[in-house]
């Protein structure tokens, strides 16, 4: 019986379907955690495949070549060093299951099966795994390790079921999505898992973009009085050590392990949106990025976090003026792609928008001018733009923020031309909150210049889309404080018409806006995927129908 362990957590970035990189990675970190001296490396919820893998996981090759790499690692364990446990899914008994694997001397030595298969928000877990017998403790150098999986501690049955049978020390891997508010919500359900079990616990999680989501890290552990073991950083890859010792009275405690601060709401904010944009324009191999700069907040804000991401050598930036663009956005715009160093062209949209009104003037002649034509205008940049992209290669980012996404200010085939968009979850004072934000901060791992990056008349200025004479966007919506309060209560809150008025608005704007965003849902469906930032975004999270005739009759 050892009464010290060293266990060493890798906060990673694995890529779902790697399952060759993603065992590279796993090597060169069970190295590194070997020169700091761990008896055991600890990785992330199925961390071979990739999380989540979604319907990857029903293919039999794909289940094969998971089990052979884990087995693969496994007999790098008889060389004498660390012990592994690791993530992957594995198919046993005609069933596949979320499994986590203790590898040691040569081979796999135990296995256990997550048993809370969670199935809302970004989760289908129970379309494709088996869940798991609710499991025991295992062995490992005279010590019980209890290793629920995830889900499996948002609710008291199996941490109880492992502290009755003898677990000391919980482990537990998560592929555990961000979304703000998130490391509260964390902290609140690990702090009861240790009130109740008495038992101290380590919690590692996954790091990166996949998709819509991304995962932040923040490992961290709790002793069993449930005061802080150790922290990782948010959005930061690394191999942590920590080492515990057993007392008699207390139980395990960490005696040594990091201790980094997490950052306030905005940074992490912005963080998730510059590794979410940096992570997908990486592993989907897009050299980089072209998007329109119009001289507006929205483009500026993608921009900066574009050059945060990925560089200024891999953004290119370009202005499509039209009769209505005014001097001032030519100026801020410029100024913009100066501050933050990017490529800058400009390319006129006139030739092309009074190509397509002669073409239709047959058509047209006899009625009058509306949203149509300012639509060709959008049109003619989202074409612009993936022109750009076809030649070039770059990704094209879209720029439209929560609040236009939800009541439909997006033109299909135009603005919302693209294949990612960094602010997709980030409502309009949210996007004006964190552009003065990063005026003032320049957070590690960001590669922007570290001064302000967005001029400050674009923040200054009314918003509009400059496709008609004197336009703001304040001519059809309500100021964006208010509309976002009111879109907040419909989409993150599910709340009545009646509840929201209560809050101090109108009824009749209430209920226009509330028809505004299912109107707009067919123009969602077409939308490119964006980061998670709220606890529902346009996507997985909120999966409304498309045709909906149900209005809120309260009153």
Not at 487 to 514: D, F, P, Q, W
Request: charged share 25%; glycine share 8%; net charge negative.
């Amino acid at each position: 019986m050892t009464n010290e362990l060293a266990i060493a957590c890798a906060q990673l970035n694995p890529i779902v379907g790697d399952i060759a990189g993603n065992l590279a990675l796993a090597r060169k970190a069970r190295a590194e955690a070997a020169e700091l001296g761990a008896d055991l490396v600890v990785f992330t919820e199925l961390f071979i495949s990739g999380y989540p893998p979604e319907d990857l996981v029903l293919k039999p090759a794909f289940q094969q070549a998971c089990r052979d790499a884990v087995e693969a690692l496994a007999a790098d364990t008889a060389d004498g060093g660390p012990a592994v446990l690791i993530g992957a899914p594995w198919h046993e008994d005609v069933k596949t299951y979320n499994a986590f694997c203790l590898l040691e001397e040569g081979r796999v030595a135990a296995t256990r099966f997550k048993v809370d298969l969670p199935n809302y928000g970004p989760f289908d877990e129970k379309r494709v795994f088996a869940p798991g017998p609710l499991p025991g403790p295992v062995p490992f150098r005279g010590v019980r390790l209890g290793v629920p999986v995830c889900e499996d501690i948002w609710e008291d049955e199996v941490v109880e079921c492992l502290e009755e049978s003898g677990a000391e020390l919980l482990i537990v891997p998560n592929g555990s999505p961000w979304w703000k508010y998130k490391h509260d919500l964390r902290l609140n359900v690990v702090v009861q898992r240790v009130t109740e079990s008495n038992l101290p616990l380590i919690y590692v999680n996954q790091l990166g973009g996949q998709d819509e989501l991304i995962f932040d890290g923040a490992s961290f552990g709790l002793h069993a009085d449930r005061t802080l073991a150790f922290q990782m950083p948010a959005f930061e890859e690394g191999v942590a050590i920590t080492r515990w010792k057993r007392d008699r009275g207390e139980g395990w405690r960490c005696v040594d392990g990091p201790m980094a601060p997490l950052g306030d709401n905005d940074e992490l904010m912005w963080l998730a949106c510059v590794n979410g944009l940096r992570d997908y324009v990486d592993k989907t191999g897009f050299p980089g990025v072209v998007l329109g700069l119009s001289g507006g907040i929205d483009s500026a804000i993608c921009a900066a976090m574009a050059v945060d991401a990925l560089g200024p050598e891999r953004v290119h930036c370009v202005m499509m003026p039209y009769r209505y663009t005014s001097s001032a956005s030519l100026t801020d715009a410029a100024d913009c792609a100066e501050a933050l160093g990017v490529r800058y062209d400009s390319v006129s949209i006139v030739a092309p928008v009074d190509g397509f009104t002669a073409a239709l003037s047959p058509l047209f002649d006899a009625l009058p001018a509306d949203t149509t034509e300012e639509n060709l205008q959008s049109r003619a940049r989202g074409t612009t733009l993936m022109a750009i992209s076809n030649k070039f290669g770059p990704m094209v980012v879209t720029t439209g923020n929560k609040s236009e996404m939800s009541v439909g200010y997006s033109t299909l085939y135009g603005d919302m031309n693209g294949g990612f968009n960094p602010i997709k979850d980030l409502y309009k004072t949210e996007v004006y909150r964190l552009a003065a934000w990063r005026n003032a901060n320049r957070p590690q791992g960001c590669l922007g210049p570290d001064h302000p990056v967005i001029p400050t008349n674009i923040i200054d200025k009314a918003p509009s889309a400059e496709l008609k004479p004197d336009q703001t966007d304040q001519d059809t919506l309500p100021p964006y404080d208010m509309l976002d309060d009111i879109l907040e209560c419909l989409v993150e809150n599910e709340m009545s018409v009646s509840e929201i008025v209560a809050r101090g608005h109108e009824v009749e704007t209430v209920k226009r806006i509330e028809n505004m965003l299912y109107v707009a849902e067919y123009k969602r469906r077409q939308a490119p995927p964006g980061i998670k930032i709220t606890r529902k975004n346009f996507g997985r999270d909120r999966r409304y129908p498309i045709v909906n005739r149900y209005r809120d009759t309260a009153m």
